[in-house]
């Protein structure tokens, strides 16, 4: 969408992503509703997020590496993480599909200080980024992110495989 001759440009905040010891995970931004992951059964209830509150995380399967994401009802998946095909999760480098078509990338981030980039095609440079902390991760948006109006289902699954990266997420409930 474009106004007076530029794109609409959105100012995302910080976010703070921590693992809960339940198996889940939470993601913070000031001003708003925290986002919560819980483990329920075979995946993870979302909470915080109005417009897919219930929604169902959960691996993409058995023979598959990576997340999907679905509503509530189970009917429609809002997102999904994949590797790289014939490349596995040894590459390091995952995709992320929304159901709208776009796609963009999970690379590990090229820093001394290490931590994870959200990629994509459309716009020059990271997205999003992620730099770990003492107990947390700090999700920093970049100039390139404000381009995206939400941020909330993309921040769910990359948190989901930063996390998984570090030490496999738990469903299961403790």
């Not at 794109?7 to 708003?32: K, N």
């Not at 003492?134 to 970049?142: G, Y």
Request: glycine share 18%.
């Amino acid at each position: 969408m474009y106004i007076e001759g530029g794109p609409l440009r959105t100012d995302h905040s910080q976010g703070l992503l921590t693992r809960l010891p339940s198996g889940g995970f939470e993601i913070r931004v000031t001003g708003q509703p925290a986002i919560r992951v819980g483990p329920s059964g075979s995946g993870w209830l979302v909470d915080g997020v109005e417009d897919l509150q219930g929604g169902f995380l959960q691996r993409g399967g058995a023979d598959e590496d990576g997340f999907v994401l679905r509503t509530s009802d189970g009917s429609d998946e809002v997102a999904r993480t994949m590797p790289l095909v014939g490349g596995g999760s040894e590459s390091g480098l995952k995709f992320l599909l929304l159901s709208d078509g776009r796609l963009f990338r999970i690379v590990p981030g090229s820093s001394r200080d290490g931590g994870f980039e959200l990629l994509g095609w459309e716009m020059p440079g990271a997205y999003l980024k992620a730099r770990p902390g003492q107990n947390e991760w700090k999700l920093v948006p970049t100039a390139a992110g404000g381009g995206l109006s939400d941020l909330r289902v993309i921040s769910i699954l990359f948190a989901a495989e930063i996390l998984d990266s570090e030490e496999p997420l738990r469903a299961e409930t403790l």
